[in-house]
Nanobody, 123 residues
Framework: QVQLVESGGGLVQAGGSLRLSCAAS????????MGWFRQAPGKEREFVAA????????HFGDSVKGRFTISRDNAKNTVYLQMNSLKPEDTAVYFC????????????????WGQGTQVTVSS
């Protein structure tokens, strides 16, 4: 089993930055693809970003391209989401997920999820 714990969320003004962390435990995730998703109040969970096992391949949702980056430190069993130029519409709970069985943008493909961390962007 893999346990995922997100951290780094908070309140930030529009245009600011935050870095989210996703720490894995239970087993190493160094060989897993990892993803970030978010869910705003009253909306469906949506894909934000994903990264392959060594960080060489990344994918981003259209709404965050050019503003967010994803990275990982396999020695620390941790994945990061650097969020720059934040907008009020980025306000959501951000979730980390591990080991998709299919396409990285598919929520249903992931077996392991964290509890989420709240990000609030004020205008």
């Amino acid at each position: 089993q893999v346990q995922l714990v997100e951290s780094g969320g908070g309140l930030v003004q529009a245009g600011g930055s935050l870095r989210l962390s996703c720490a894995a435990s239970g087993r190493t995730v160094s060989s897993y693809r990892m993803g970030w998703f978010r869910q705003a109040p009253g909306k469906e969970r949506e894909f934000v970003a994903a990264i392959n096992w060594n960080g060489g391949i990344t994918h981003f949702g259209d709404s965050v391209k050019g503003r967010f980056t994803i990275s990982r430190d396999n020695a620390k069993n941790t994945v990061y989401l650097q969020m720059n130029s934040l907008k009020p519409e980025d306000t959501a709970v951000y979730f980390c997920a591990a080991d998709p069985r299919g396409g990285v943008v598919l929520i249903s493909a992931y077996d392991y999820w964290g509890q989420g961390t709240q990000v609030t962007v004020s205008s």
